[in-house]
């Protein structure tokens, strides 16, 4: 049984991620998972959980996020758009 480093929960089926930098961590659940290593967004803080848009070295979850945040981010738009 492996035990979430998040929450503590011991679990027959937690299962373990690598991270590229070769660190392990061991989750019961994509949310604890998710919790502990999804960047945040530097504009409203939220877990960025899709592929988020990077804009000079920065990381938001949305092209808004960056547009209000970077003055470069004037150029950034979300991949998928509304007919």
């Known amino acids: 049984m492996g035990k979430c480093e998040v929450c503590g929960n011991e679990y027959e089926m937690a299962f373990e991620i690598r991270t590229k930098g070769g660190g392990s961590h061991t ?3 994509f949310e ?3 919790h502990k290593l999804a960047p945040v967004c ?3 803080g939220c877990r960025v959980i899709g592929h988020g848009v ?3 070295g ?3 979850c949305c092209a ?3 547009r209000e945040s970077t ?3 004037s150029q950034a738009r979300d991949a ?3 007919a």
Do not use: K, L, N, W
């Open 27 to 29: 989750f019961d659940s």
């Open 32 to 34: 604890c998972a998710i």
């Open 42 to 44: 530097e504009h409203c």
């Open 54 to 56: 990077s804009v000079d």
């Open 58 to 60: 920065r990381f938001f």
């Open 64 to 66: 808004h996020c960056a």
């Open 71 to 73: 003055e470069q981010g």
């Open 80 to 82: 998928v758009t509304t």
